[in-house]
């Protein structure tokens, strides 16, 4: 409740460029915001060496430009469905930093309330759908939105993430091949980012060409350089547009690269130090700024916009860092939906009484 | 005031969901050839024709992706209904059901209203993996509830409740039930029975025997025969709903009668007779004036032939053995 | 114990032909065996109508050529794991069509001793690894076999069936990965035979030619007509010895069709006229019959099969009809293996004493 | 004899598959990560240098794949290990191991002989998907054996008995006590503890608390405290393996001192203490002197947040309290 609220003042509806090719504008505002992602990454960075996050972090470094541009892509009343490395489309959707640094940081303001972390939320009222742990159900339960736009004929479509390990899972197969059946209005990134935790994807699995994969569900399928911000989002263009029109899925294959470990933990020290080299000469920042470059954007134009990234990220950290973290008996809410619920019916009662002590709750409603 | 029509516990199954659907367009099928085939049962034979393919939706086989468009379905404020075509066949949804479905209300606030529904239940010589019983597996599950009708007019009521619950709800349909089981109930009319709460099927003073589900007709034949036998008078409780569990109407039964026998289909070890006869203790130890009993399926997978599973399947002379075991206690 | 000692004498091994064509009297035998197949599955529909069948009865009318011819290419060693569909490839392999009896009819001397039926079996001295119910499983269970065969490079094949609506499942798809990703000495059949149950398969999936969803794992893939033992025979013997290579998984589809419904309750009545007409001329056994006119064999040769093979079923039907059922008590056994249990451990001693009634079984060993 | 070195919980899991991988070539292992990486928690650095790939295989993730392969090699002989990364992603590979592994003896007479272990429990502060304890998902499902090991030496002679049991056994490793529990273990040498039999961790005679797993320890301590504080003793049995259970054990304990305890880190509703509380009241009931009691986790998912964890978890205050409730009753 509180949170819709807040999001009816915040949300700011994403601009739809007609065209397939965008505008200086455009550009600028994905780059601010691949350098926020980016920006933001570090500060928790270093809130995590400071002991500050509540459990593990995971880093998008080099993958920002798939999730900016494609996000841009979208419209009012789409959904967006982020992996736990798509941080970066959130914020184009309208989610504010402040709300990714409070889940990191485990606070009783957060859109989990502290009972879950990175991009696990679902936030309707910005249209997205946060994942869980278990790899490839995301998809499934994207499913279920995007069969709801098409009940009520309307004009939205979906858009999610997922890694090459993930589509190893049964769920991903089951989600993709539902989604096909039902000609649902779903675009889906499969980001080949060459890793899968701690292992390189081609030694766990005898896909040569990932395109294949999107090839059986009987879709169209395109590759995409993941860390061209101006390919992913005329591909993301595409598709979204083909989706709309009520032809639905289709499969684009991110061609990227993890450039940091799994997670805090993981030095990826398996990484060949020649494939990070090529990889780090294609990062998509710098290549936006390139092409910003060329379209006439200073030097101090790109200063300006690093410089109030920075400031609006300081800000944010200082203020998330005052607000409180949850109450304890806060764990109990919310479990199921109290406001339907009859008092006529005993459990609803919540706690035991008797032995008075908090073990004894049976079952707990908000 | 409408008509009664003799009413089996299919049909019941069957209205209440197609009136829930005539009444709410939120309401939704999806799942195995329940559109063009009818149904492994037939009971949505018609429904395709009713209501069109946008809201009966034959799926591939996939009850992973089945239970997870529910709940996205969900989320944007449809009512789905998604039925597995024997219960058995929950299994490949159980991450979807436990880890997303049952969680999504706690962790992000918005919750899944679901109602994943599908036979369960041995007698019909269907073998291990057409007749389990699947409670136990999701009873430690928060943010899940758990339903298993008895009557037809149970069916119908807890069904209609199920579809309108806000939080997911399995919904356990007995299939040795479905054709077997009638009663007269007012035709199109509304049933509602609230869910979490039993009903006493039988009043008695010297033993309590609980029950949900297929159980509960052996369980009132065995209530029976030691009413003619031995005059003694057997209280038996229809759980109607196992999670949440209606323990005040357990306790209170127990508080008068003194003596405990819980009677399920499903096996015995690790069964929900536990969390009852744990329940029980804690809130009516001093009123017991002999130990909690079960009578439940052997711990054993569900064997196919008829020798076996009659074996197997708990029966009238066991629940009337331990039921005498107990009041001569 | 009893079964195994049992398979010691009955097991014939297979022939192994070392050319990819067949020889007139191979062609026979896999005749004889569709024959076998079909006329078996033609009594247990008469006993099905006399009550004599114990839960549901599936046939593979139109379906036998898949089953029967690639089993043909397998050797000895090797070990097929049939779908409920493919009994036919059984009888390949050795078993006696008693054992078929046995399960349909719930005798206490069938290989489940009572507890399962159709073709759900494992049998390791014939190489046969039944299905469970829950579809997509049981390849994931046969890479294990491959892998054994791996790890002991022991030069042996798998094979393995499954329909077009088993391969949606989550369970097929992590096999398939997994198989290819370790590079599994398996074959395995997609049997497209257009339906799923009481549905069309193309009206449950997007996918249109069924070869791509073999494509997406990275390995071999063909499709071949399902009703010509030939062509059927061919393409297994190319998968298997590519796996016996050591050159890993191979996918075959099986253009065919389900002549009647999923089971005897199913009429198939929305089965369009026209499309059975047309596969009703594709008869895998009219076809080997008008093969083996072609090779000289006479109208008297292939009575004779018929004959042969009909008093083979007559023999059988009246031998398993006047075996046992089992005993109730027998529901208690092998839960656990009792071979290596410690009787000091408490649990192993079963039922626990007190009450007296059988409910009170704890833990119950063989 | 040879000598002792200090073992941590996690070396002796380590210790426990490399040794059996040594003494017997059929044992191998397959997960995701464990062999370039080494797996996430480490246990199985090393381990591809010294047994190869073909006996370290790194799969893809499909836990269902995995759990699969290791059923059909168990049937070729081989004595498969499984890991799942986190235990919580054993829900992915339910309807293999409830429908696959555990019936394959009971139907076909051919066992699976597998292991499947993985990091279980929480306070670490990993949230709802690596914090679960998947016990009672399981409990009712004949044919599977499930362990929870609490110390070093048991983490290693239960996984070693479990590798050598010819069927499938669920082995679940408190990934809390990792790095946290340590013992003086002798190096190389083979240690067996057999399934199926409880430890009494500490003797006494006023009340038995009944634990398994994480919250042995801190069970334990509550028992210090009240012997310190109250002067009456408390006996501690550690059931070690939770399926099957040692109901004797239980059973001799609660009738030498009439009262039971019973902690588990898992949710309360439909946990494994009700189990434990149904065989009590069949074969002890005489001998209660209270009711059977139990401190559990609350009723919700396992929340993130540190604050909202340990108000979840079961706390030493929280058994001491239930425990001098019993003994004052
Ligand atoms: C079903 C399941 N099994 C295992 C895990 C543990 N896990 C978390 S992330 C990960 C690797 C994911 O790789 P990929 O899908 O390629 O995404 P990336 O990390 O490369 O973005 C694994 C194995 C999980 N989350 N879910
Ligand atoms: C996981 C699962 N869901 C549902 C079923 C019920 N079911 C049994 S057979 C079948 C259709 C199978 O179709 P296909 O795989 O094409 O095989 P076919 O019957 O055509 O040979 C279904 C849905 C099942 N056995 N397993
Ligand atoms: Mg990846
Ligand atoms: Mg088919």
Redesign the pocket.
């Known amino acids: 409740m509180g949170i819709s609220s807040r999001f009816a003042q915040e949300h700011h509806p994403v601009q739809e460029s007609t065209l397939s090719d965008l505008s200086r504008t455009d550009l600028q505002s994905i780059l601010r915001y691949m350098l926020l992602t980016r920006g933001l990454e570090e500060r928790l960075e270093t809130l995590f060496k400071q002991g500050q996050i509540v459990g593990g972090l995971y880093r998008s470094l080099g993958q920002e430009g798939t999730a900016v541009a494609s996000a841009w892509a979208l419209g009012d009343g789409d959904w967006l469905a982020p ?1 736990i ?1 798509d941080m970066g489309a959130l914020f184009v959707r309208g989610l504010d930093v402040r709300d990714m640094l409070r889940q990191y940081t485990a606070r009783g303001t957060s859109l989990c309330v502290g009972k879950d972390s990175t991009t696990h939320f679902t936030v309707p009222e910005l249209g997205l759908l946060g994942p869980i ?4 159900t995301q998809l499934c339960v994207l499913n279920g939105v995007a069969l709801a736009f098409k009940q009520r004929s309307q004009p939205n479509v979906c858009m999610t993430y ?5 589509s190893r ?1 049964g769920a991903s197969h089951e989600g993709f091949s539902l989604a096909a059946a039902l000609d649902l209005p779903i675009v889906v990134w499969l ?1 080949h ?1 060459r ?3 701690g292992t390189q ?1 081609h030694k766990e699995s005898a896909v040569a060409d990932w395109l294949d994969t999107a090839r059986m569900y009987g879709v169209p399928a395109e590759s995409v350089d993941g860390n061209d911000v101006l390919a992913v989002y005329s591909a993301s263009r595409t598709a979204v547009d083909r989706a709309r029109r009520g032809d639905g899925m289709t499969i684009l294959v991110a061609e990227t690269y ?1 450039m940091l470990g ?1 997670a805090q933990h993981d030095a990826q020290k398996n990484a060949p130090p020649v494939e990070l080299e090529e990889w780090r000469t294609r990062d998509p920042i710098a290549r936006c700024e390139a092409e910003l470059r060329d379209l006439g954007t200073t030097d101090e134009g790109l200063e300006t916009i690093r410089d109030e990234v920075s400031l609006e990220l300081t800000e944010a950290v200082d203020d998330v860092l005052s607000e409180p973290p949850p109450e304890g008996e806060d764990a109990l809410t919310r479990v199921y939906d109290a406001s339907e619920l009859d008092p006529s019916v005993p459990w609803t009662r919540g706690p035991v009484s008797g032995y008075g002590d908090r073990t004894t709750h049976v079952v707990v409603v908000s | 005031m409408s008509e009664l029509r003799e009413t089996t516990y299919l049909e019941a199954i069957r209205d209440a969901m197609a009136e829930e659907m005539r009444r709410d367009d939120r309401v939704f099928m999806l799942g195995e050839d329940i559109g063009v085939y009818g149904g492994a049962f037939k009971i949505t034979e018609g429904f395709l024709d009713e209501f069109g393919p946008d809201r009966i939706i034959d799926t591939p086989i996939s009850e992973a992706a089945i239970v997870g468009a529910a709940i996205g379905a969900a989320h944007m404020g449809l009512r789905p209904i998604a039925e597995m075509q024997f219960i058995d066949f929950i299994a490949p949804a159980f991450d979807m059901i436990v880890n997303f479905a049952a969680k999504s209300r706690y962790r992000t606030g918005i919750g899944a209203g679901i109602v994943i529904r599908g036979p369960c239940g041995g007698g019909s010589r269907s073998g291990p993996f057409h007749s389990q019983n699947v409670e136990s597996y999701f009873a430690n599950v928060a943010g899940l509830k758990m339903v298993a009708p008895a009557t037809a007019r149970d069916a119908k009521g807890l069904l209609t409740a199920a579809i309108r619950d806000p939080d997911p709800v399995l919904f356990f349909e007995h299939k040795f039930l479905y054709r077997r089981v009638k009663e007269m109930l007012p035709v199109g009319e509304e049933i509602v029975v609230p869910l979490g709460v039993a009903r006493t099927h039988r009043e008695g003073s010297d033993l309590t025997i609980v029950t949900y589900g297929g159980m509960l007709y052996k369980s009132a034949e065995a209530a029976e025969k030691i009413a003619d036998e031995d005059g003694a008078t057997v209280e038996v409780i229809d759980l109607r709903t196992i999670r949440p569990l209606d323990t005040d109407a357990i306790v209170a039964s127990v508080k008068k009668t003194g003596r405990l026998l819980i009677v399920h289909e499903a096996a015995r070890f690790g069964g929900f007779a536990g969390e009852i006869t744990a329940q029980v203790c804690e809130q009516a130890f001093e009123w017991l004036d002999a130990p909690v009993r079960r009578v439940t399926a052997l711990d054993t997978p569900v064997p196919y032939a008829p020798e076996l599973e009659d074996y197997y399947l708990p029966q009238v002379d066991d629940i009337t053995a331990a039921a005498r075991w107990l009041l001569a206690y």
């Open positions: 992996s490395r742990s278990p790899l490839g997922q890694g090459e390990g993930a899972t980001e980012n890793w899968s935790f994807s993890r799994h």
